[in-house]
C-alpha cells in the first residue's frame, strides 16, 4: 500500500482544540437558536420521513434560497458547509495554476493541492490587499479572493476585483462574512459569467453545526457542478433548518447588528493594536494567545507572516468583556 506523498505532509487543518472556558477561536456566532425555533423545528421533524433519502440535488433549499436572493434556482447549488463546494471549482476548469493571495482561508490552498493543481500565491500587500492578479491568469484554473478575508478582515477593493474579472478567468469571490460588511459583489454576476460567489450560514446564521454553505453562478458553472456532486448530498433536516432560518431572518439581522456593535467596541478601546474589520472577527497585533489561554479564553493564534498576533471572534457581551478585562491586563 502507497498514499500519495503530497498528502502523506498534509498537516491537520485544526489541531487538537486547546482547553478553555471561551472559545474565540474559530469565527463562530455566539448565539444558539432561539428556544421558540427549536420548537418549531423540532415539530417540522416529525413531518420528515427518516427513512426515504433527501431530495437527490437539494432542491428545497435552493427554491428557497432563490426565492431569499431574488435569483433562479438555477444560478444556485448547496453543499455541507461552503468549504463542501471549494474542490468542485477547482475540479471543473481547466488550468493547470490556483490563483490565492496570502495570508487568507487556509482551504483554498489545501484543496488545490488535493486537487494536483499548482498553487500560485501572490501575497497581499500591507494594508492585506489583492495585488495585481490580473497580471498572473495565465494558464490559470481558477482565482480565489476572499472579501471580506479571513482572517485579516477587510473588503476587497472592488475596482480591483474587477480587473481580475475582465480577464476572464474563473473567480471564486468567498463572502462567507457579508452580512457584517458594507459591501457584497452579488450585482455582479449579471456582468461577468466568470463570477462564482461562495457563501455559508455558518456565521451570521448561527448554524456551524449544522453545515450549510451555497455557491451562485451562471447556469452553466452550477449545472456542471450539480452533474459531478454525489446525489442526496445534504441531509433533510440540514435543508430544513436552513429555509426555517431564512423565514426568520429578522433574528439573523438582530444578531448581526448586535455582532458588529461589539466589535466596534472592541476594536475602539484597543484601536492601536486592532485592524479594521467588516467580519465578526478582530485580528490584533499582540502576541497574547498564552497569556489569555491562561485566563481560560481560547482565541486563534497565527502563525507565517502575522505570527505574533491573534484572531478574536466576537462573542457574548460577557465572553467580550472578560477577553477586554484579560488583554488590558496583558498590556499593563
Given at each position: 500500500?502507497?498514499?500519495?506523498?503530497?498528502?502523506?505532509?498534509?498537516?491537520?487543518?485544526?489541531?487538537?482544540?486547546?482547553?478553555?472556558?471561551?472559545?474565540?477561536?474559530?469565527?463562530?456566532?455566539?448565539?444558539?437558536?432561539?428556544?421558540?425555533?427549536?420548537?418549531?423545528?423540532?415539530?417540522?421533524?416529525?413531518?420528515?420521513?427518516?427513512?426515504?433519502?433527501?431530495?437527490?440535488?437539494?432542491?428545497?433549499?435552493?427554491?428557497?434560497?432563490?426565492?431569499?436572493?431574488?435569483?433562479?434556482?438555477e444560478r444556485i447549488v448547496v453543499g455541507n458547509g461552503s468549504d463542501d463546494l471549494i474542490p468542485?471549482?477547482?475540479?471543473?476548469?481547466?488550468?493547470?495554476?490556483?490563483?490565492?493571495?496570502?495570508?487568507?482561508?487556509?482551504?483554498?490552498?489545501?484543496?488545490?493541492?488535493?486537487?494536483?493543481?499548482?498553487?500560485?500565491?501572490?501575497?497581499?500587500?500591507?494594508?492585506?490587499?489583492?495585488?495585481?492578479?490580473?497580471?498572473?491568469?495565465?494558464?490559470?484554473?481558477?482565482?480565489?479572493?476572499?472579501?471580506?478575508?479571513?482572517?485579516?478582515?477587510?473588503?476587497?477593493?472592488?475596482?480591483?476585483?474587477?480587473?481580475?474579472?475582465?480577464?476572464?478567468?474563473?473567480?471564486?469571490?468567498?463572502?462567507?462574512?457579508?452580512?457584517?460588511?458594507?459591501?457584497?459583489?452579488?450585482?455582479?454576476?449579471?456582468?461577468?459569467?466568470?463570477?462564482?460567489?461562495?457563501?455559508?450560514?455558518?456565521?451570521?446564521?448561527?448554524?456551524?453545526?449544522?453545515?450549510?454553505?451555497?455557491?451562485?453562478?451562471?447556469?452553466?458553472?452550477?449545472?456542471?457542478?450539480?452533474?459531478?456532486?454525489?446525489?442526496?448530498?445534504?441531509?433533510?433536516?440540514?435543508?430544513?433548518?436552513?429555509?426555517?432560518?431564512?423565514?426568520?431572518?429578522?433574528?439573523?439581522?438582530?444578531?448581526?447588528?448586535?455582532?458588529?456593535?461589539?466589535?466596534?467596541?472592541?476594536?475602539?478601546?484597543?484601536?492601536?493594536?486592532?485592524?479594521?474589520?467588516?467580519?465578526?472577527?478582530?485580528?490584533?497585533?499582540?502576541?497574547?494567545?498564552?497569556?489569555?489561554?491562561?485566563?481560560?479564553?481560547?482565541?486563534?493564534?497565527?502563525?507565517?507572516?502575522?505570527?505574533?498576533?491573534?484572531?478574536?471572534?466576537?462573542?457574548?457581551?460577557?465572553?467580550?468583556?472578560?477577553?477586554?478585562?484579560?488583554?488590558?491586563?496583558?498590556?499593563?
Amino acid at each position: 500500500m502507497r498514499i500519495r506523498r503530497e498528502i502523506e505532509n498534509f498537516k491537520p487543518y485544526i489541531l487538537d482544540e486547546p482547553k478553555g472556558v471561551i472559545f474565540l477561536n474559530k469565527n463562530e456566532n455566539p448565539f444558539d437558536l432561539p428556544e421558540e425555533l427549536k420548537s418549531k423545528l423540532l415539530d417540522s421533524m416529525r413531518k420528515i420521513p427518516f427513512n426515504r433519502y433527501p431530495d437527490i440535488v437539494a432542491n428545497p433549499l435552493r427554491e428557497k434560497l432563490a426565492e431569499f436572493l431574488g435569483l433562479g434556482v438555477e444560478r444556485i447549488v448547496v453543499g455541507n458547509g461552503s468549504d463542501d463546494l471549494i474542490p468542485y471549482f477547482i475540479k471543473i476548469f481547466e488550468g493547470d495554476k490556483v490563483v490565492i493571495s496570502s495570508p487568507t482561508f487556509k482551504m483554498y490552498e489545501f484543496f488545490a493541492r488535493l486537487e494536483g493543481a499548482e498553487v500560485l500565491d501572490i501575497p497581499l500587500d500591507e494594508d492585506f490587499e489583492i495585488v495585481d492578479l490580473e497580471k498572473h491568469v495565465d494558464n490559470v484554473r481558477v482565482v480565489f479572493i476572499c472579501s471580506p478575508n479571513n482572517p485579516t478582515g477587510n473588503l476587497q477593493r472592488r475596482e480591483k476585483i474587477l480587473k481580475v474579472l475582465e480577464t476572464g478567468v474563473p473567480v471564486v469571490i468567498d463572502e462567507a462574512y457579508h452580512e457584517f460588511a458594507s459591501e457584497n459583489y452579488l450585482d455582479l454576476l449579471d456582468d461577468f459569467d466568470n463570477l462564482i460567489i461562495l457563501r455559508t450560514f455558518s456565521k451570521a446564521f448561527g448554524l456551524a453545526g449544522i453545515r450549510i454553505g451555497y455557491a451562485v453562478a451562471n447556469e452553466e458553472i452550477i449545472s456542471t457542478i450539480l452533474k459531478i456532486r454525489p446525489p442526496f448530498a445534504m441531509s433533510s433536516l440540514s435543508m430544513k433548518i436552513g429555509e426555517l432560518m431564512m423565514d426568520n431572518y429578522e433574528i439573523v439581522k438582530e444578531r448581526v447588528r448586535f455582532i458588529i456593535e461589539e466589535r466596534e467596541r472592541i476594536r475602539n478601546i484597543f484601536s492601536d493594536i486592532t485592524y479594521p474589520s467588516e467580519t465578526n472577527f478582530l485580528l490584533m497585533d499582540v502576541p497574547a494567545y498564552d497569556f489569555l489561554l491562561e485566563r481560560g479564553i481560547v482565541v486563534r493564534k497565527m502563525d507565517g507572516r502575522l505570527s505574533g498576533k491573534i484572531r478574536v471572534t466576537v462573542g457574548r457581551r460577557e465572553e467580550n468583556d472578560a477577553f477586554i478585562s484579560a488583554l488590558k491586563d496583558f498590556l499593563g
